[in-house]
């Protein structure tokens, strides 16, 4: 019953401290999953790339994991997914009939505006966070980094299409 709860208080601060979706909060999530030993770096690099495939917030896929493999039961996975989701739900329904009183006023506009530059910088971290001794960049890895991207911005390419396509060079190069 204890490891229910601190899993419940790990995902429940993240869920309350994670501004910025998905990519902006793996640094928190990444320090309240390896402070308790639950999976381990490699396992988490492996989590995010699925959180990425399926469908669905990061957050939630990582949370719906980490509390499986933590308690060895769909149960943790089912407390550690509603304690992720319970702040921003709560915040939400509270910030909606808020907003609607405010939502003409300049200030609430430059106070939004100012959180731009900080949910860029969280999304920066998450990308140095993967950036380890398991998931060393190597030429390959950079050559695959800017065909996607020249395919995606210049030729638009269909993201599926993308994914596909990165898949079988991957399985080629590696």
């Given at each position: 019953m204890e490891l229910y709860l601190q899993l419940f208080i790990s995902f429940f601060k993240i869920g309350l401290f994670g501004?910025?979706?998905?990519?902006?909060?793996?640094?928190?999530?990444q320090h309240e999953i390896l402070s308790h030993d639950w999976i381990t770096q490699a396992e988490l690099t492996d989590i995010i790339a699925?959180?990425?495939?399926?469908?669905?917030?990061?957050?939630?896929?990582?949370?719906?994991?980490?509390?499986?493999?933590?308690?060895?039961?769909?149960?943790g996975a089912v407390v550690a997914?509603?304690?992720?989701?319970?702040?921003?739900?709560?915040?939400m329904l509270t910030l909606s009939k808020f907003?609607?009183?405010?939502?003409?006023?300049?200030?609430?506009e430059y106070a939004l505006s100012a959180l731009r530059p900080t949910v860029v910088g969280l999304i920066a971290a998450a990308a140095l966070l993967l950036v380890n001794k398991e998931n060393f960049i190597d030429y390959k890895s950079v050559i695959l980094f800017v065909a996607a991207f020249i395919l995606s911005f210049k030729f638009k390419l269909h993201p599926i299409l993308l994914i596909i396509l990165a898949g079988v060079a991957g399985l080629l190069l590696y």
């Open positions: 501004f910025g979706g998905g990519y902006a909060i793996l640094s928190l999530i699925i959180s990425q495939m399926t469908p669905g917030p990061i957050g939630i896929n990582s949370a719906t994991y980490v509390g499986y493999v933590a308690t060895g039961s769909v149960w997914t509603i304690a992720i989701v319970l702040p921003s739900f709560a915040i907003m609607l009183a405010v939502r003409d006023n300049k200030y609430m």
